[in-house]
């Protein structure tokens, strides 16, 4: 068998898997609102695309390598699908700002580490521009360890180490779509809408 067919082989298996998880979690979400407990069964179904390690690798997927972008979002699912699925590809130094996601998201890791913290937010939300928050806890999400939100739950990633990563985030929506998404700049407290001032731009679609 050629290297070519065995890639295309691999490929098409590829594919299989995301359909199948992505029908999978549509049936889950279909007709209901997510909730903690829906959320869990979202992880279980994305976790087992994860386990299949032999079809997602940095080969496929690498991390960006010119020095000036820290991770490349990969879109799995198709333009405006529902659910929407990336894999980032991440190098050590990626850091975010708290911030929320405007729909429900699930993280879950095929290689490497990222530190999670989790925030509450401590005022009314009566003040469009300013946010009190404080660390809740802290979770590094890992293969078999993952982290899942609600729309208005609040977290920044900090990838550390010297290892890059691997991991599947999974939306609601697609994150082009999620205009109302906010981040809190911890030093002064100030929102800023996420995505227009602080999301990475580098976005490929896969193979």
């Not at 979690?25 to 179904?45: C, F, H, K, M, N």
């Not at 659910?83 to 699930?106: C, E, M, R």
């Not at 937010?121 to 300013?130: A, C, K, L, V």
């Not at 993952?146 to 939306?171: E, K, R």
Request: proline share 6%.
């Amino acid at each position: 068998m050629t290297t070519q067919t065995n890639q295309t082989d691999q490929q098409n298996q590829r594919n299989a898997a995301i359909a199948a998880t992505l029908a999978e979690v549509s049936a889950l979400t279909a007709q209901r609102e997510v909730d903690r407990a829906t959320l869990g069964q979202i992880t279980a179904a994305l976790q087992k695309l994860a386990d299949q390690k032999d079809l997602f690798g940095f080969a496929d997927f690498p991390p960006p390598s010119d020095g000036t972008t820290t991770s490349t979002r990969y879109r799995l699912s198709g333009e405006g699908q529902l659910p929407a699925l990336y894999l980032n590809s991440i190098v050590p130094g990626k850091k975010t700002i708290p911030h929320n996601h405007d729909t429900w998201a699930v993280i879950v890791a095929v290689q490497g580490d990222e530190l999670n913290r989790v925030y509450r937010r401590t005022d009314d939300g009566s003040n469009p521009e300013r946010a009190s928050i404080e660390l809740e806890r802290e979770l590094v999400v890992r293969p078999g360890t993952p982290i899942s939100f609600l729309p208005q739950d609040i977290h920044s990633i900090h990838v550390v180490g010297d290892a890059p990563t691997l991991h599947f985030h999974l939306y609601g929506r697609p994150l082009e779509t999620l205009t109302g998404r906010i981040g809190v700049e911890l030093e002064t407290g100030r929102i800023v809408n996420y995505n227009a001032t602080q999301m990475n731009r580098s976005e490929k679609a896969a193979a």
